[in-house]
């Protein structure tokens, strides 16, 4: 974990304004902060240290890892300390509509998509000189896009549990950054369920990751839940009405919240509870 690049550009002029322009990692921006105030679901710290032309934010967490969230509700890790993720920040300019290929698309796949985002922004300014000066400057090795996308994809990966970004004042979630699937809560867990586990409530398994100590893995599928309701109200339809809804899940949630310790997530259960009466 390193932040040697984050110091270099901080003091040498020159190279930050590379890293904005044309990498779109701009140092000035990060006094902005972000479009809305955030915080980690786990309660981590955050540092925003630059942002993108888009309205993102680069923030820095409390184990040195690079998370980036964009302006319209997503966030990702993107590298485990800010030095790395500016390898894949400079290596690859357009990373972020990589995001959906994936080490397994191949070695082909990934070489024709990145040589295609690189040409397309060579047609408004140039990259390749540019990206040899800074990754000079700052001492990053000079790997392939295809060993790029693998540090990209490893990182986007860690976002969850530890790295839930959520709005601050509504305590809603951000999606994540890519559309990569992730496993199953209960192949998280010890358990010995016979059946099959997909049939068993999730408050089985959020309840045995608490038990178990990951108590960020069972946050989070909690969030996710009171968000998935909070959105479409109708999931807590009865079985066979139209209209008549059960809120028995909300004070399901609000209780898992309190035994986590969470008490502004119990908090908007209860209110979200008490406006559907």
Same mark, same amino acid.
């Given at each position: ?15 930050? +304004? ?17 479009? %809305? ?34 302006? &319209? ?11 790395? =993720?500016? %390898? ?14 994936? /080490?397994?698309?191949? +070695? &082909? ?8 985002? %690189?040409? !397309?922004?060579? &047609? ?7 990206? =040899? ?11 392939? /896009? ?39 809560? *209960? %192949? ?12 068993? /409530?999730?408050?089985? *398994? ?37 209209? !008549? ?10 209780? +898992? ?21």
């Amino acid at each position: 974990m390193t932040d040697d690049c984050l110091r270099l550009l901080r003091q040498h002029r020159r190279l930050a +304004e590379l890293a904005a322009f044309p990498f779109d990692f701009d140092l000035d921006r990060a006094a902005h902060g972000h479009a %809305e105030p955030v915080r980690l679901a786990s309660g981590g710290s955050l540092e925003a240290v630059a942002g993108s032309d888009t309205g993102g934010t680069y923030f820095v967490c409390a184990d040195g890892s690079l998370l980036y969230a964009d302006s &319209e509700g997503s966030a990702g890790i993107i590298g485990s300390s800010v030095d790395e =993720a500016l %390898e894949v920040v400079i290596g690859l300019p357009g990373w972020r509509d990589l995001l959906s290929l994936s /080490p397994a698309d191949g +070695e &082909e796949r990934i070489l024709a998509r990145v040589a295609e985002i %690189e040409d !397309e922004i060579r &047609e408004y300014h140039g990259i390749d000189a540019e990206r =040899a000066e800074l990754r000079t400057a700052l001492s990053l090795s000079d790997r392939s /896009p295809v060993e790029l996308l693998g540090m990209l994809h490893t990182a986007l990966l860690r976002t969850e549990p530890g790295f839930l970004l959520l709005n601050a004042d509504e305590g809603c979630a951000y999606d994540l950054l890519d559309p990569h699937p992730r496993p199953p809560l *209960w %192949e998280s867990v010890r358990h010995n369920v016979s059946g099959d586990p997909a049939a068993e /409530p999730l408050s089985t *398994w959020t309840r045995l990751a608490a038990e178990q100590g990951m108590t960020e893995l069972a946050r989070v599928a909690l969030i996710r839940r009171l968000d998935d309701i909070d959105l479409d109200q109708g999931l807590l339809l009865r079985p066979g009405s139209r209209k !008549e809804l059960d809120l028995s899940p909300l004070l399901w949630l609000a209780g +898992e919240f309190e035994r986590l310790g969470d008490l502004p997530q119990a908090g908007r259960a209860r209110r979200l509870h008490a406006a559907l009466q």
